[in-house]
């Protein structure tokens, strides 16, 4: 607590600051009186915070500050040496009190969608207690379970940094147990707090924020996270994992949730929807849950999604006998045609006339026969060639499609297609943030081409994947 003694005119009064709670206490005094006594005739004990600071103006525009006397090490909290304090705390460039309310602009808002839409009762491994944690979603996405205590702790952490800012209150505590009806208030008292406090951008961007909306590690709170997975039928499957659970245990846990069958799991797999019209396959050591909270920003529901892990024309052709996968390899092809990754030309108006799940078997019949069916489209990567400094670039079964590609023509013609037959060589190089491919060209020299893609990694998968399908024939998969 900081401790003055100021004398304004006639009068003399103490001033005391609470650093951890942001309090002011003024108490008025004469040098014969002591602490609330009289002076001129006025009694203050008990005033207004308001009626004080008016008697001290009253005293003339001479204002005298005197520092009480205190230990060597209290002094030093009170006016560090540091002439690199930041301005607005006590000891800064500034030294006042009243540049605190300037330290940070609080008129800049925004609008986050941070909710609390419910609660759960969690037991503790270890005491066998229990506790009630709020599930904190941002538009829609489970981000972390924080109890009451934390909420109470980050308000008080955030009162001591930003000491210019009112905040709104927390719901009270309660010192017995609490009726649905009160935890559901309490739900909805603390939802209020952080809409307000998250609307915010400084404090909203402020690191105990930040740490307190993206939880801790499993070893200090178990509690699941949910997470959302978009199907290829669109529908959405929730399943409740650990944050740090990676992509191998989620896509599992996604498989039971909805059923799939074991021999048809590894004919999908959990994506990430990263573009317009584009998703990229998780490397199986990958957290789902960071992905998930990173792009609450996003359209659809969630940006985890299943997608179709397979190029093999006739293996697919045998899932089919499964209605689930063949529901699932029925829409994304739907999907592709209006993309136009997969090109129907004058077959679109029959290929509508099938767009139905009941017909799925005759619409992928038709699918198949038309140019980029079961293609993978990947946005435009750059090159190290001055002719074609960009190139779109399509993965399929019979090969690797690259053409042209600038901003005023999507693709300016010029398009290789390479046969998997005359690629030599693939390799991802991880420096250059590139896929590097070698391949053969009639009577003259191999080429190496550089495609420099935040998603060569997922190019290189799937030059693999499809290398490895080829092989199925010699092991009778």
Same mark, same amino acid.
């Given at each position: 607590?900081?401790?003055? %003694? ?16 942001? !309090? ?34 009253? *005293? ?54 941070? %909710? ?34 934390? !909420? ?36 909805? *008292? ?53 944050? %740090? ?32 019209? !584009? ?199």
């Amino acid at each position: 607590m900081a401790v003055r %003694s100021v004398r304004v005119g006639d009068f003399r009064f103490r001033y005391y600051y609470c650093h951890n709670t942001g !309090f002011e206490i003024y108490d008025l005094e004469s040098p014969v009186q002591g602490l609330g006594g009289k002076n001129n005739g006025v009694n203050v004990e008990g005033s207004t915070h308001k009626q004080v600071v008016d008697l001290i103006k009253s *005293g003339g525009d001479c204002l005298t500050l005197t520092v009480i006397s205190v230990t060597p090490k209290e002094a030093e909290r009170l006016e560090p040496s540091d002439d690199s304090a930041p301005v607005g705390v006590i000891g800064g460039a500034a030294n006042s009190r009243a540049t605190v309310y300037q330290r940070y602009d609080y008129t800049d808002k925004r609008s986050l969608p941070v %909710s609390i839409p419910d609660y759960r009762v969690v037991m503790e491994r270890n005491t066998g207690r229990s506790y009630v944690a709020f599930n904190v979603h941002m538009a829609g996405r489970h981000l972390c379970s924080r109890r009451y205590r934390e !909420f109470a702790a980050l308000h008080q952490q955030l009162r001591k940094e930003f000491l210019g800012f009112n905040f709104p209150k927390l719901p009270g505590k309660w010192p017995f147990t609490l009726s649905e009806q009160q935890l559901d208030g309490r739900r909805r *008292g603390l939802e209020q707090y952080l809409e307000k406090v998250c609307a915010i951008r400084v404090i909203a961007e402020s690191d105990a924020v930040q740490e307190f909306l993206t939880d801790c590690d499993d070893s200090c709170n178990p509690s699941p996270v949910e997470l959302k997975v978009l199907l290829p039928d669109r529908e959405v499957v929730t399943v409740a994992v650990l944050k %740090s659970t990676n992509a191998d245990d989620v896509y599992r846990a996604v498989c039971d949730k909805i059923g799939l069958a074991k021999n048809i799991q590894k004919y999908f797999y959990l994506f990430e929807i990263v573009e317009y019209n !584009f998703e990229r396959k998780l490397q199986p050591n990958e957290c789902p849950h960071s992905l998930y909270i990173q792009n609450y920003s996003t359209a659809s529901s969630s940006c985890l999604c299943v997608r179709k892990w397979l190029f093999r024309p006739d293996t697919e052709l045998e899932l089919l006998a499964d209605d689930t996968a063949a529901a699932f390899i029925f829409w994304q092809a739907v999907e592709d045609v209006n993309r136009g990754v997969c090109s129907a030309g004058a077959r679109l108006y029959q290929l509508k006339a099938l767009q139905d799940v009941r017909r799925a078997r005759d619409y992928l019949a038709l699918a198949r026969t038309l140019p980029g069916y079961g293609d993978i489209a990947f946005p435009p990567a750059r090159t190290d060639c001055r002719a074609a400094p960009a190139l779109a670039v399509t993965i399929g079964w019979e090969g690797i499609k690259l053409c042209t590609w600038s901003e005023s023509s999507a693709c300016e013609g010029g398009a290789v297609c390479v046969p998997w037959t005359d690629v030599r060589e693939w390799r991802a190089d991880d420096d250059g943030a590139a896929a590097r491919i070698v391949y053969r060209r009639r009577d003259r020299p191999p080429r190496t081409v550089a495609l420099h893609s935040p998603y060569y990694q997922f190019l290189i998968n799937c030059i693999d994947r499809i290398s490895e399908e080829a092989s199925w024939v010699d092991t009778g998969e």
